[in-house]
């Protein structure tokens, strides 16, 4: 059983930065994907960004909003997934939680709140 804990959230202006982790218990080296989602009030959750392992077919996702202004990330050594997100908009306020589908299962975090305003 793996935990996933977000972090990083926060109230940002437009245009402001913020980077998200996902800690996890215990490791992630051996991933089938590892993700992040969002979900805004009153909308359907998302896919922002996914890493998809070489195990099955190496490649990396991004929500066509986001493409240019977030990048996804992981450190192995510190079982630690991330979400740099910069130029931040109004529409990107959220809910953010990451995914992992490991061998062992799929794993959720209860998610960040990210709020966009000025």
């Known amino acids: 059983q793996v935990q996933l804990v977000e972090s990083g959230g926060g109230l940002v202006q437009p245009g402001g930065s913020l980077r998200l982790s996902c800690a996890a218990s215990?490791?992630?080296?051996?991933?089938?994907?590892l993700g992040w989602y969002r979900q805004a009030p009153g909308k359907q959750r998302e896919l922002v960004a996914k890493?998809?392992?070489?195990?099955?077919?190496?490649?990396?996702y991004y929500l066509d909003s986001v493409k240019g202004r977030f990048t996804i990330s992981r450190d192995n050594a510190k079982n630690t997934l991330y979400l740099q997100m910069n130029s931040l908009r109004v529409e990107d306020t959220a809910v953010y939680s990451c995914?992992?589908?490991?061998?062992?299962?799929?794993?959720w975090g209860e998610g960040t709140q990210v709020t966009v305003s000025s």
């Open positions: 995914n992992a589908l490991l061998p062992t299962g799929t794993y």
């Open positions: 215990g490791s992630i080296s051996r991933f089938y994907s």
């Open positions: 890493i998809t392992s070489p195990i099955t077919s190496a490649s990396t």
